[in-house]
Each structure stands twice: as structure tokens, then as C-alpha cells.
């Protein structure tokens, strides 16, 4: 059975309420995903910045928002999936 994650408080305050923040041993979205860095978005359960980017979607207008994006932390290899509320 997967153990339960839970999100750092300071990750919430840090990145604000317009996100919506989950985490998980295991990935959220199947495949191999990318491997390029997170530009230092936070890993959402032992807040270290040493993180990849899997996955990302944004809008595309010329000048784009991120609407989610999947990170796995380099540390202690749990993901985090950010999807603006």
C-alpha cells in the first residue's frame, strides 16, 4: 500500500492559494515525461528545490500561464502535482 503524503504547510503559503497542491509516491500522469529542471518550483513534501519537471500544460497566448505542471523531487523522489485553481 502507497504511503500517504502530506503537503508542507510552508509549500501552500509559499506558492499561494491560486494552486491547488497534491502528492504522491508515484507518478499522477503515466509515461516517461520530461527531465528538465522545475525552475526552482518546490518539492511539495520535503520543500527542497532540487526538482524535475515531468509533465506541464499552459495556455497559449503570447504571453502564457502555467495551468499544471507534475514534478518529481531529486531528493527524496516524491511528486507533486501543481494545477492552478
Known amino acids: 500500500m502507497a504511503k500517504k503524503q502530506k503537503v508542507a504547510a510552508p ?3 509559499e506558492m499561494g492559494e491560486e494552486w491547488k497542491i497534491e502528492v ?3 507518478a499522477f500522469t ?8 522545475a525552475l ?6 520535503c520543500e527542497s528545490k532540487e526538482t524535475k519537471l ?26 507533486t502535482l501543481y494545477t492552478r485553481k
Open 54 to 79: 515531468r509533465f506541464a500544460e499552459s495556455t497559449e497566448e503570447e504571453e502564457s500561464n502555467l495551468l499544471w505542471m507534475e514534478l518529481q523531487c531529486k531528493n527524496c523522489q516524491n511528486y
Open 40 to 45: 526552482g518550483y518546490p518539492c511539495a513534501v
Open 24 to 26: 504522491n509516491d508515484k
Open 30 to 37: 503515466e509515461g516517461k515525461g520530461g527531465n528538465m529542471p
Open 11 to 13: 509549500i501552500q503559503k
